[in-house]
C-alpha cells in the first residue's frame, strides 16, 4: 500500500487518457533511463538536480514524480516541490513496478518522430472532421498534454512543416498518416506504444470505421461520423473545434474503458 504521499501504479493508470491527470515526471538518471528508454504515457523528462524549474509548468496542477525504483530521488523531489506548495506524489516502485506490472509505455523512439523533444507542435488540413481531431486528442491525453496543433490550408502543409518545424499528420507522404487499411490514429496508437491498451483499442476501431467509413467495423462509428460533421458545421476556427472535438473523444474514451456493458432501460428500473 502507497504512502500518503505516494500513488499506486493501478492509481496513475486510471488517471491517465483522462482531463484530470496529473503532470508526469521522469527524473530517472540518465543511466537508468537507457536501460529503458521509454515514458508513462503522459510524461515528460526533467533532471532532479534542477526540480525548481519545473514549478512555472506545475502551477495549477498535481503532479506525479518518477524514478526507476521510486525510492529517494523520486521521493526528495516530490517533498521539495510540497514545500513550494505543489501537490506532488512519487510513483510507488517507479517504473519498474510500471513496467512488472504490464502497463503501456511511450519509446522514447518514436519521440524521435514526433520532434525529439517535448512539448510538440503538429500541422494538419485545416476544417477537421475525424482522424485531425481524435489524433490531437490522444497526444494531449497519452504523449505530450502540452502539444499545440496548426491548421493550415492542405496545399501548405509540408511547407509551414518545414518553416516553423511542425511535424505534419495525417497528409500524404508523411510518417503519421494512413497506413493500408488503417487511419491515422491507429498509427499513432501503434507507434506511441499504446496498443496494448484495450480501451485505446476499441476506440482506434470505432475512429477508423469513421475515418474509412467502413461503418461494419462497430455500431459506433456512424455516430461518430455524424458528430464530428455536426461539429465542423458548428464552428468556424477550428481550434474551438478541436477543443469541443476532444471533449467528444474524453467521453468515448471512458465508454471504451468503463461503460461498454452499460445498457439503458425504460421505463426506469423495468430491467428491459
Known sequence: MPSPTQISVSQLSRLIGTPDAPAIIDICIDDD???????????????????????????????????QK?????????????????AAESLEGGMVAWREAGMAAVPWSSLAHAGGQLPTLWVTRQRPKIDRIACPWLIRRFV????????????????????????????????????????????MVDEFGLGGEVALARLATIVRGADTNRHDLAPQCAGLLAMSVGLSRMYRDDLEQLKAGIAIYDALYRWCRDGVDEGHDWPAGSGS
Do not use: M
Request: with cysteine.
Open 33 to 67: 533511463f537507457a536501460l529503458d528508454p521509454a515514458l508513462i504515457p503522459g510524461a515528460f523528462r526533467h533532471p532532479f538536480t534542477d526540480i525548481e524549474a519545473l514549478l512555472p509548468r506545475l502551477a495549477g496542477h498535481n503532479a506525479v514524480i518518477v524514478c
Open 70 to 86: 521510486g525510492r529517494k530521488i523520486s521521493e526528495g523531489a516530490a517533498a521539495l516541490l510540497r514545500t513550494y506548495g505543489v
Open 144 to 187: 505530450d498534454p502540452q502539444a499545440r496543433f496548426l491548421f493550415v490550408a492542405p496545399s501548405e502543409v509540408e511547407a509551414v512543416a518545414e518553416k516553423f518545424a511542425a511535424i505534419p499528420f495525417d497528409v500524404d507522404g508523411v510518417f503519421w498518416s494512413h497506413r493500408g487499411d488503417s487511419c491515422t490514429f491507429d498509427t
